[in-house]
């Protein structure tokens, strides 16, 4: 059986007004503190959450912009390689029209 002595060697928790005072004082500090700290980081999250939204928007946008350069290109190469084929094909026609003129005026 244990005995309702107190031991006088063991620390004693004071309950006087003046003790408690201090703990709830730092409790409810900390209490804003963490308060201030979760609207913080919810004003942040709401600011992620938009900026994402108008990434995705842009990534979009993105994407069109570089299917139109891909068209841009392919036209661009289509034009040009055409151009080629025809400047080749006329160089090569003045040179057998040059070889023959000069073939036929030799004879």
Request: aromatic share 2%; no cysteine.
């Amino acid at each position: 059986m244990t005995s309702r002595i107190p031991n006088p060697s063991a620390p004693r928790l004071s309950t006087a007004p003046s003790s408690i005072k201090p703990r709830q004082l730092l409790m409810e500090v900390i209490q804003s503190h963490l308060h201030a700290q979760l609207a913080s980081l919810s004003a942040n999250l709401a600011d992620l959450e938009n900026l994402l939204r108008m990434t995705s928007v842009q990534a979009e946008s993105v994407r069109g912009l570089g299917a139109w350069h891909g068209g841009l290109f392919m036209a661009a190469s289509k034009v040009l390689g055409e151009e080629t084929i025809a400047a080749t094909a006329a160089r090569e026609r003045l040179q057998a029209q040059g070889q023959q003129r000069g073939n036929g005026s030799e004879s």
